[in-house]
């Protein structure tokens, strides 16, 4: 461990001056050191038959933030990037799994970490047995970087659904190094041709022939000297036009994974690469794959509500059971819930996290609207979407809140009624609901009712009195919830 810690410190030196250039370009901070196993893998092609297994691999996904437990990324944002990460290694037949829940850590000195304290957070944190991976807000100014015997750490927003970091760092970990390996941090006119070497490094040449022991080592990886995120052209080729030492002109493919190209250009490992990536595993990684691979996948069927069922008013409690129809396989369930406020701005999602096709909600609020939806993920399986959004109304319960939205004050006329019209009743609402206009009688029989189908605003409804004595009554206006009552007179 000390050899190590030598050597890290050796490489922050090293990382110090050039860095903020990545820092702008919001690069990737992994040391730019040749592994020693790879050197073995590239010289000795023969040694490392591919397998045609799956190789099915465990993450350890740490979800960092402050002391006071802020800035964690949302569950469901890491769902979708693990699902991107194994969109990126299909091809190389390479299955990363979660091997347990996301562990949240509470800590700010890592959440905005040099690379001291990412080294020490990795160190305090990693589990055995599975690729530990860090999100965090700040790692060390990069979108990520990787240590090969610790794991790898990434800025949250690096994270999106369309971005490669993940599939890049975890590149890393297994040994990978940049397409454009010994030009990291240095500094080049590109107009010129290529010294021979940089960092030590003999530069690739735009033949190729000195493939094996110039750049990253491999021979389907063509030479890349690009040490800055860059955007390809539509054929995926870098703008950037490169000379190597011999004067040569070339352009970067920006489709590898391993490359500083953006995330809308890179979407592949070469045959080469896989090969590293799977022998690496198979190698001097195999402790971290499973003695048999986990679960099938996730059924497609979408989460479907069981309770409330679709535009159910809730009566009469403060919290409830919300249930969906359980997904086959589903391991656990994210589930948003909305409240849609009478001013027609929407409320930010509350999160709630399930193993089970249910969860109880406390402290609903009476007279709103709400939404909700559910997303199901297995250890395996990140990419089920949320289901469709489902409603439900809560109604005039008594509330221990303050936020009682309620049935404003309601206008009936004419009042007094001349005998056998029609009385006229008018009220706002601050949500579509069922309601029940019934007339009483002064003391409390009900002679006359009828149902409506009451809208978000203003509402206006008749209810016959053809038949009524002249006298005293009571209109309510009732729902399941609770009723607001008013005199009314017959003449
Ligand atoms: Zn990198």
């Excluded at 305090?124 to 599975?130: D, F, S, T, V």
């Excluded at 919300?322 to 999602?349: H, K």
């Excluded at 909600?361 to 939806?373: A, F, H, K």
């Amino acid at each position: 461990m000390r050899l190590f810690l030598l050597l890290i410190s050796s490489i922050i030196l090293f990382t110090t001056g050039p860095l903020p250039a990545q820092k702008a370009g919001r690069g990737c901070g992994t040391i730019p050191e040749f592994n020693d196993w790879l050197v073995y893998f590239q010289q000795n092609p023969a040694a490392f038959p591919r397998s045609p297994k799956t190789l099915y691999v465990p993450l350890a996904v740490h979800i960092v933030g402050t002391d006071e437990g802020k800035g964690f990324i949302p569950d469901h944002e890491v769902l979708d990037a693990f699902c991107t990460l194994n969109q990126d290694y299909e091809a190389a037949n390479i299955r990363f799994f979660l091997s347990g829940p996301f562990r949240h850590i509470r800590n700010s000195q890592y959440f905005e970490h040099d690379y001291g304290k990412g080294i020490e957070m990795m160190q305090a944190y990693n589990l055995p047995n599975a690729v530990n991976c860090y999100i965090v807000g700040d790692a060390a100014g990069n979108c990520g970087y990787a240590f090969y015997t610790l794991g790898v750490v990434l800025d949250k927003s690096c994270m999106e659904e369309t971005s490669h970091t993940w599939a890049h760092e975890i590149g890393h970990f297994l040994s990978l190094p940049h397409t454009f390996h010994g030009w990291e941090s240095f500094s080049h006119d590109f107009s010129q041709p290529a010294p021979t070497a940089v960092n030590g490094r003999p530069a690739e040449l735009a033949d190729g022939s000195n493939c094996l022991v110039a750049g990253d080592g491999f021979c389907d990886t063509p030479a890349d000297y690009l040490n800055y995120r860059w955007a390809c052209q539509g054929n995926g080729m870098s703008a950037q036009v490169q000379k190597d030492p011999h004067g040569r002109a070339f352009r970067s493919d920006g489709s590898l994974l391993m490359s500083y190209a953006m995330d809308e250009c890179a979407n592949r490992f070469s045959e080469r690469q896989i090969d590293a990536l799977r022998a690496n595993l198979e190698g001097p990684r195999a402790g971290l794959l499973p003695e048999q691979p986990p679960l099938p996948p996730m059924g497609n069927a979408p989460a479907a509500p069981l309770s409330p069922e679709q535009d159910q008013l809730i009566t009469n409690v403060s919290s409830l059971a919300l249930s969906w129809l359980p997904v086959p396989n589903a391991e656990g369930y994210i589930v948003q819930l909305n409240l849609l406020s009478t001013l027609g701005e929407e409320i930010p999602f509350t999160m709630y996290h399930s193993t089970e096709p249910a969860i109880e909600i406390d402290g609903l609020l009476s007279e709103r609207s709400w939404r909700w939806r559910v997303r199901p993920y297995n250890r395996f399986d990140g990419c089920a979407s949320f289901s469709e959004a489902f409603s439900f109304s809560t109604g005039n319960f008594i509330s221990n809140t303050k936020e009682q939205a309620s049935l404003g004050e309601f206008r009936l006329h004419p009042n007094p009624l001349p005998a056998g019209a029609p009385v006229k009743v008018e009220f706002e609402l601050p949500y579509a609901f069922n309601l029940q206009l019934t007339i009483y009688t002064s003391t409390g029989q009900p002679v006359r009712h009828q149902p409506l189908d009451a809208r978000y605003g203003h509402n206006e409804a008749s209810v016959p009195t053809t038949g009524l004595p002249a006298g005293l009554y009571w209109l309510g206006i009732e729902h399941t919830g609770g009723r607001k009552f008013q005199k009314i007179i017959v003449q």
